[in-house]
């Protein structure tokens, strides 16, 4: 007599993932088509360009130009990268608005403007830098 112990007709305690891969199937797909509509971004305006100034030294602003051969200028008046620092803090020393404006040649090479912008910002002579848009 042997016992043959196959299998009993008892329930099974499987877990039966099919419904759980069809919910998992319909997410993907619905965070797929959701993800394109989703995309967020910055919402800037940029000025138009304004025509020139027929009279451009009743202006306040004091602009910094950088030509393409790395020569500097503020407000037309050459000034070299050495002196750049002397001149500026002159400048800003008894004015309220500390504001810059960079007008740099497309040419110029990156380095030249940065040490330009670190020279202005340094010992609290500039606060504020905008960029003159050609």
Known sequence: ???DVKSSG???SDINITPLVDILLVLLIIFMVIT???QKGFETQVP????PSSNPSNSNAIVLQIGANGSMAINKGP???QDLGEKL???YATRADKVLFVDADDKVAYE???KALDIARGQGKVETIGFVLN
């Open 36 to 38: 394109p509509i989703m």
């Open 112 to 114: 030249t403007v940065i």
């Open 48 to 51: 138009p360009k304004a025509p």
């Open 89 to 91: 803090g002159a400048i």
């Open 79 to 81: 000034v070299t990268m």
């Open 10 to 12: 008892g329930p099974k």
């Open 1 to 3: 007599m042997s016992m």
